[in-house]
C-alpha cells in the first residue's frame, strides 16, 4: 500500500513559496512618496516648436498642478493646438507621467502601454522604462506591468538615463521571463538575475527567484548554491541589512531555508531536509506548511514518533484556517505500518468525516455561479470582506478562504482592490475635473479594466476551488484504498507489498530526550502554543518481528 509522499510535485511546490513583487495599495490620490524621484529625464525631441498650450501644460506639471496639466495635454492629443506628431509624442509622455502623480496608476498604465507599442518610432520609448519601473512598485502583476517591461531588449537598459533604475530592471525583466516560462525563458531570466549587483537592494530578491527559477529547470544543485548566498546575506546581516531591508533579509532567509528544505526531500536527502525544516519558528508565514511537509521526511526516515507530533500539531486551533487533509491519511498510513489497525481506521473516520461533506460543498458552490464576474462579485468578494452571504458553515468558509489566500489568487484581488481604489479616488476628485475628457477617459478605463478584472480574479477563484474539490476527491479514493487494506490485514490477507513496509515490532524509534531547557508534559487534551511543533508519539509496533 502506498500513498505517494508528497502528492504535490517538485515543481509545484517551489511555486508554493514564491512571493510576488512587494505591492501595497497607496493611500489617497497622490503619488508614493520618492516614487518619481529623479524621474523627469525628458530625452531631445526633434519637433517643431510646441505650442503654447504644449507649453503651459509642462509649466502646469512643473508647478504640480496636475488636474490643470492633464486637461491641457489633452487638448494637444486630441489635435485641438496644431502641434506636430513629435509634440503630441511628449504630451502623450507627459500625460503619463501625470496620472501617475495624480494616483491614476491604470490610466497612467495605459498612456505607457501606447507608448511601449509604439516602439522605437516613439520618442520617448526608452523614457518610459523609468516610469513602467515606477509603476511596478504600485501595481501588482496582474496588471500587465511586467509584460509590458519585457517587450524591452537588455540592451535598453544600458542607456545611462536608467542607471538610477538599472539593477530593478533587470530584476523586473528576468521575472517577466520566469513567469513566461517558455523554450529558453528560463534560461534568460537566469542571466537577468545574475546581472544584478550585489551593491543593489534588489539583489536578495533576484538571487532568490535564481533559485527558484533552478528549481523550475529541476536542477536542485544550482538552486541549492543560490538559496545559499540568501543564507549567508542572513548570517551576516549586520553588514548587509546596510545595503538590503531587514524585511527583505528575513523574509527570504526564511524562503531560503523552506526552498533548502524541499529540494533535498525531492533528491531524497531525508536528514539534511529536516535541518532545514526545522529552522522555521512558529512565527513563519510558512511555519504550517512545514509541519506538514516536514512530517513527510520525518516518516520517509521512519521517525514517527515526530512525524506524528506534527500532525498532532496541526489538529491545534491556532491552525482552524490551515487545512492539511493528506496529514490525516499519513496518519493513517503510519499506524498501518505498525499493525495498529484500530488506530488508522479512527484516522481514514477522522478524514471521512471532515472532508466528505466539504468536497461536495465545494462542488455545489462552484456550480452556482455560471458567469465568472458573477462568482467574483457575488461570492468571492463579500467573502473575503467576512460577510455573511453567501451562507456556509464554518469549515466550508475556512477551506474556501485558505483558497482565495492563494499567492496567485492574491494577486488578482489586489488588481481588482487598485482598480477600484482608483474608481474611488476618481469619485472624490474636483467636480469640474470630473467633466472633462481626460477625467471621461480615466473613468472609461478604470471601469473597463474593473470589469475584466473582476472576471479574471473570478476565474482563477473558481479554478482554485475546483482543483481543491477534485484533489479532495483524489484522497477520498486514496482513503478508500487504504480502507481496504486494514480489512484485508485485519483477516490475514497481506500483500507483500504490504509485508515489505510494515515495522517490526523490534524497531526502536528515537528516543524522546529532555534537556534542561525542557520539560515533559502529557498531553491533556489542551493545546499551548509554546508546546507547537514540541509533540512526540510514543508509537510501538505490533506486527511481527522479521
Known sequence: MRLAPYTTSFVAIAALALVGSAWAAPKGNGAVKGGSQGMDYEPEAAGGPPSKILERAIKFYDKKDFLSASIEFKKVLDGETGDDAKNK????????????????????????????KAGDQHTYHGAALKWLAALSRVLPETSGILQKIGTYDVSALADPSLTQVHDELLFLLGRHYYNKGGDGDFDKAIQLFRQVDRGSAFYIKAKFFEG??????????????AFKDILIIGAERETTKKIYSTADIDDY???????????????QQFEKSIRYFEKLDQYNADWAESLFEASWAYYMKTLNSKALGNIHTLNAPYFENNFYPEAILLRAVIYFKYCLYDQAEEAIFDFNEKYGPLTKNLKDLVAK???????YEKFAKPVRAGKEEPRLD??????????????????NFAWVDELSRELAAYQKSDSAWQKTGIAGEVFQELTLQQSVAQGDAGKVARERIVRLSNELGVLSRDGLRIKLEILNAKEQKVSQETLGIRVSSDHREEPIIVDDEHFQWKFNGEYWKDELGYYRFKIRSRCPKQ
Open 89 to 116: 509624442q511628449r504630451a502623450e509622455f507627459f500625460m503619463g507621467k501625470t496620472l501617475y502623480q495624480m494616483g491614476f496608476y491604470a490610466g497612467s498604465l495605459k498612456y505607457f502601454d501606447d507608448i511601449v
Open 212 to 225: 527558484v527559477t533552478h528549481v523550475r529547470k529541476y536542477d536542485g544543485p544550482a538552486a541549492v548554491e
Open 253 to 267: 532567509t526564511q524562503l531560503a531555508e523552506l526552498q533548502m528544505a524541499r529540494i533535498f526531500y525531492s533528491t
Open 369 to 375: 455561479y455560471d458567469d465568472n464576474a458573477e462568482f
Open 394 to 411: 464554518p469549515i466550508t468558509r475556512r477551506l474556501v478562504m485558505s483558497v482565495l489566500n492563494d499567492k496567485t489568487l492574491l494577486k
